[in-house]
């Protein structure tokens, strides 16, 4: 079994302090940092770009988990892959030929990860499996943090799981919207082995941040 990592998306940090947001996760023992990118198009929200990712990236050495809730994707992802992210994340159903962006994201020699929204289904990533490096379960409808974990969704991580063993494949598979300390064993359970978290993270116990990325390990 792979290693779970944790992967908590500033959208619910400080904003103000967002550099010293992400030195305190590194040091909390994050390993990897989410970072929600949304476009006011391909879902209801707006967040950050390149140029902020930049300037945070300049100061730390944790990887950046790059999630682009943008659309048309593919005209930006060099402009990320510039910026410092280590993985971009896109959806199938921002992008005219995802084989194209695939392959342009494994071309900047970053991690490709393909997204599936709650009603996403694998089918549409099926024939893509071999050239990504993580599947992204979304377990809300991507936009806001703070919503409720949708169950349903482990389905899709059983059967990437059993297809990844049939193909002998070794993708990662990360889960995203919702986590607790509740449902994070289910997630882990049904295969995932990347949990990202907002909420959780930077407003359970007090904002204590180790004790959560520790507890969301542990259980
Ligand atoms: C939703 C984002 C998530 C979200 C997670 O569109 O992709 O990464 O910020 O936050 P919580 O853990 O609060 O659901
Ligand atoms: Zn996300």
Do not use: W
């Amino acid at each position: 079994m792979k290693k779970i990592q944790i992967s908590p998306s500033i959208l619910s940090a400080d904003f103000s302090q967002l550099g010293k947001e992400i030195k305190r996760l590194e040091y909390a023992g994050a390993d990897l940092i989410h970072v929600d990118v949304m476009d006011g198009h391909f879902v209801p929200n707006l967040t950050i770009g390149p140029p902020v990712i930049k300037a945070l990236k300049k100061n730390c050495k944790i990887k950046f988990d790059v999630h682009l809730m943008i659309s048309p994707v593919h005209k930006y992802i060099e402009a990320y892959s510039d910026a410092g992210a280590d993985i971009i994340t896109i959806h199938p159903e921002a992008t005219d030929n995802l084989s194209a962006s695939i392959s342009k994201i494994k071309k900047l020699k970053k991690k490709a990860g393909v997204s599936l929204n709650p009603e996403t289904k694998v089918d549409i990533i099926q024939d893509f499996l071999d050239q990504i490096d993580l599947v992204l379960i979304m377990s809300v409808n991507p936009g806001f943090g703070g919503q409720k974990f949708m169950p349903e969704v482990l389905d899709k991580i059983k059967l990437l799981k059993k297809i990844q063993r049939q193909n002998n494949l070794d993708f990662d598979i990360e889960i995203d919207g919702g986590i607790n300390f509740e449902n994070s064993k289910i997630a882990i359970e049904a295969g995932a082995n990347i949990l990202v978290s907002g909420t959780t993270i930077f407003k359970s116990n007090n904002g204590d941040i180790k004790k959560n990325i520790d507890l969301l390990k542990s259980l």
